[in-house]
């Protein structure tokens, strides 16, 4: 028996997907910090370095960096490379854009921190169009 | 329009505004984009339609209806085949121009559209991408513009219209953070550190700064504010008693109080010197790269300087990047001259970071742009030194890094 913990949030782009989450505390620069071929974070001194976020659900305090962020994370999308849906804190414009050309469910504005309830590897599931997140701890 | 209105949704903005300054990189294509969109029709069309507006559709695209002009792209159509560049990246590189142009949007091909003659007023609502010239506009010049996408001004170009959000309204301005500056920072090595840890400790917050730092001059604005954009995602700063809104510290942060506030002293700089210099242990150098962001005809000079009519070492390939407004006269000057007798190449329109392009087999890079520094070694999986335009031709000339900390 897995404990479901639901998250309340604010709808950035709509859909529903669920999936593994893969969680960082580190915000995440789209251009020069990902390699969109293969959905994998590069940054050097990232704590991600080397992990794809590939059909993951991302959870992360937000972007930084570039203003290819959106751009990187578009051509994730047309790579096959892109997170299934994306759960974060801090609304930029980089990550607002992103998302929206992801065309992925997205979550903002919660009414619990995400970063210190999703683990990686919970199962996620993202109701963009509810503003909903639900945590799965697996058993 | 419709992604516009996607885009403002997710923000939560009410409303857009009129945007009269658009910079972005519309229409541009790669290989990757060019191998993904097979649909037939007009090349420019239907990549400005499929990717830059994420339409559904193919829409034949209208010219721009507002100041609208082209940031860095990925070739220099002068120096391709130094970049090691195809063929194949020439030909995307100008037909996206020739499109570009037809849509009346001006091809300036830099990250400085304010060396180039884009330098919009105090208060002027723009819609910019580059992060580096995002926080230029808004710190130094006063004018207003988010961290736009390639998104969202190719829409803006057509539209006119951006979201109300962000930098485009009085709230969002103020000084969330402050920064008490307790060394002497007066040289461009000392201001593109103190930008590199600003943009460390406060992420994507707004910081004012006060302190012993001298009055910096275009260039120090231009790499701190890049270095800041790039540790962190600094899209305003304010210097008390310089920056436009920033006269005093009160005025720099507006309603808010009780800043939280970082001291930058000598442990700090010496902390962040030694995380730019983190991916460098070959002293053995083959390339320097300089004009990150593009070199301003002061650097370009200084650079000539520093050569002082000596030839770099033979195992050592010397580019410098700057604007193709700028490189006309430097070229008219005789500066490109001085560069190319040297040994080195002064280039246009990109990087070795936007463009993928180092010479061939390097190892160890030298660098004056804490920017760079951070962004080329992860792209490029190669080595790198950080330190000052004289360390950087130093290199240059000897093949060794010799860089010193502050």
Known sequence: MSTVITLHGRKVVGGVAEGEALVTRQTISGWGGVNAMTGTIIETRHELRGVSFKDKILVCPGAKGSSGWSSVFHQARLAGTAPKAMVFNEMTTKIALGCVVMRVPSVTDLDRDPLELIETGDWVRVDGDQGLVEIRKPA | ?406
């Open chain 2, 1 to 406: 329009m419709e992604l516009l209105v996607r885009y403002g949704e997710a923000l939560g903005a009410e409303r857009f505004v009129d945007t009269i300054n658009v910079a972005g990189v519309p229409g541009t294509s790669n290989m990757f984009l060019e191998k993904y969109y097979t649909q037939p029709g007009d090349r420019y069309d239907v990549i400005y339609s499929l990717y830059d507006l994420d339409s559904d559709e193919i829409v034949q695209v209208p010219r721009v209806s507002v100041n609208s002009c082209h940031l860095q792209g990925g070739t220099d159509p002068d120096n391709w085949q130094t970049l090691g560049m195809k063929p194949e990246q020439l030909r995307i590189s100008q037909a996206g121009e020739a499109g570009a142009a037809r849509l009346g949007i001006k091809i300036l091909k830099t990250c400085t559209p304010y060396l180039a003659g884009n330098v919009p007023n105090k208060g002027d609502h723009c819609a910019w991408m580059e992060s580096s010239a995002v926080v230029y506009c808004n710190s130094v010049l006063g004018a207003r513009t988010n961290t736009e996408g390639r998104e969202s001004t190719s829409a803006a170009m057509i539209t006119g219209k951006i979201p109300d959000w962000g930098f485009h309204r009085d709230e969002f301005r103020f000084a969330s953070h402050r920064i008490d500056v307790e060394i002497p920072v007066e040289s461009l090595m000392d201001w593109g550190m103190l930008g590199y840890y600003v943009g460390d400790v406060v992420g994507e917050r707004i910081p004012v700064l006060m302190g012993k730092y001298g009055k910096p001059d275009l260039i120090r604005h231009k790499h701190f504010g890049a270095a800041a954009a790039s540790s962190g995602g600094v899209e305003m700063y304010h210097l008390v008693g310089i920056t436009p809104e920033a006269p005093t510290f009160e005025a720099a942060a507006g309603p808010n109080r009780n800043l939280e506030t970082f001291r930058y002293g000598k442990a700090e700089q010496r902390r962040i010197y030694e995380t730019l210099n983190s991916r460098g242990q070959d002293t053995n150098v083959d390339y320097v790269m300089l004009g990150c962001p593009h070199a301003a005809l002061e650097q370009i000079q200084e650079i000539c300087r520093l050569l002082d009519g000596r030839k770099i070492n033979s195992g050592v390939r010397l580019w410098v990047f700057t604007s193709r407004a700028i490189r006309a006269v430097a070229d008219k000057e005789g500066y490109s001259k001085i560069i190319r007798d040297a040994g080195g190449v002064l280039m246009t329109d990109t990087c070795s970071a936007i463009g993928q392009a180092l010479p061939p087999n390097t190892k160890v890079a030298a660098l004056d742009s804490a920017k760079q520094v951070h962004y080329l070694p992860a792209i490029m999986g190669i080595q790198a030194w950080f330190g000052s335009t004289a360390d950087c031709i130093n290199a240059a000339l000897t093949g060794r890094w010799n860089g010193v900390a502050p």
